[in-house]
């Protein structure tokens, strides 16, 4: 079997694996090779996979859509983070969601900035009007 983990920035993991284990809205699944044909919405959290010939490795997915598809499943999500293990997730998680921060931060920043400026704009294309 195949995952694809898949965000709007690229393809993350393209891998063979034995199985994998995620959540749903309606409970947790493990998917296996010779598993049925499988669509639904992927919860936030973490997912559990077997790289074949490799130990379990684990993902912090936003939420998505996973599908499976013939011998491939794919999850596309909003944002993911790879580690090998649990511990090294989370730390991952945490330098990534602290960068996300910031960024979120200076972003907001930059919107004020601007709308301040468009009020400015305004006025004085208020006052141009008002005194013309």
């Known amino acids: 079997m195949k995952l694809v983990i898949a965000t709007p920035i690229g393809v993350l993991s393209d891998i063979a694996i034995r199985k994998i284990t995620f959540e ?3 409970g947790y699944y ?3 090779p010779r598993h049925v044909d499988f669509v639904s919405v992927l919860s ?3 997912v559990t996979y077997e790289p074949e010939h490799e130990a379990t490795k684990y993902a912090a997915c936003h939420r998505g859509v996973v ?3 013939g011998d491939v499943v794919t999850l596309t999500v909003q944002g993911a983070v790879l580690g090998p293990t649990l511990p090294e997730l989370q730390n991952l998680i945490k330098t990534e969601f602290k960068q996300n ?3 979120r ?3 907001n920043t930059a919107m004020a900035r601007l709308e301040l400026g468009l009020m400015r ?3 004085q294309l208020q006052g141009a009007i008002d005194g013309g």
């Open 105 to 107: 931060k200076e972003l």
């Open 44 to 46: 936030a959290g973490i």
């Open 67 to 69: 599908v499976k598809k």
């Open 24 to 26: 749903t809205p309606s």
């Open 30 to 32: 493990t998917l296996l």
């Open 121 to 123: 704009g305004f006025r």
């Open 101 to 103: 921060e910031e960024q």
